[in-house]
């Protein structure tokens, strides 16, 4: 992936459920979890990184030493030091819920609306634009969830494999678009406190994706995003009115 995809949720300002409150960390947080940077990967040079994003020097080191505090990154001296990847993070039960309960019905609502449109049109190019190798491709970033163990790295690779939808399809508008609502939905999606997706679905519903383009299949590709994307807001709307109940019958008690 180029260097300029892999922070293109930053001017968008989401820090999903993780909220570290930092927003430079945030975004080299939710790179992370996107699988935008790999676990072992150096960050490029101080300076480099600052020009980047457009802070001073100063700022980055200190979103970085946060970083540090939290287990994520690493920084080694000497000869081939540098900051590296160290975990792929993932937010708690406690800060998904929290984070679920901030959002209103319409906020999921036209989150779905919004990932549906630009996810079927990405479908739709990649089943016209798709070549051989192409494909190949797609299955491989299909087959890396098959491997996955934990839910940080089930959620890494189920977004490589969405950003590698969108670079089937060729636009990089609707490439930059999938990547940060994939930073939105990704880790409430795969944990337990959220729609809590089961890997043999998830690698079910891409399956049927990777098919459809490969068989330049347009009206079963859309059908296949979509109902995956429904499938994952409306259990999320189903947690979130749960916490509301909760809260209700909570209060009434009290």
Request: with cysteine; aromatic share 6%; glycine share 6%.
């Amino acid at each position: 992936m180029s260097q300029a995809f892999r922070y293109v949720l930053a001017s968008h300002g989401s820090s999903g459920p993780f909220g570290y409150g930092d927003a430079l960390a945030d975004q080299i947080v939710s790179a992370i979890s996107l699988g935008s940077i790999s676990v072992g990967e150096r960050l490029p040079a101080e300076v480099e990184l600052a020009d980047e994003f457009n802070v001073a020097v100063a700022t980055l080191r200190k979103s970085l030493a946060l970083l540090r505090d939290k287990g994520i990154v690493e920084t080694r001296r000497g000869r081939g030091g540098g900051t590296f990847i160290v975990k792929v993070p993932f937010p708690s039960d406690e800060q998904i819920s929290t984070y679920l309960a901030s959002l209103s019905i319409v906020a999921y609502r036209d989150y779905g609306d919004e990932h549906t449109a630009v996810a079927t049109g990405i479908v739709r190019l990649a089943c016209q634009r798709a070549h051989s190798q192409a494909i190949g491709e797609l299955r491989h970033a299909a087959q890396r969830l098959e491997e996955a163990t934990t839910l940080a790295e089930c959620s890494a690779a189920d977004s490589r494999f969405h950003t590698q939808l969108g670079v089937v399809s060729q636009s990089p508008r609707l490439l930059r678009a999938s990547m940060r609502l994939q930073s939105e939905i990704l880790a409430l999606k795969w944990s337990p406190a959220g729609a809590a997706a089961q890997k043999n679905e998830v690698l079910a519903d891409n399956a049927e994706i990777v098919e459809a383009v490969a068989a330049h299949d347009i009206e079963r590709a859309e059908r296949a995003v979509e109902a995956n994307i429904r499938k994952t807001v409306y259990s999320l709307i189903d947690v979130k009115l749960t916490i509301e109940s909760h809260g209700a019958d909570q209060s009434t008690v009290q």
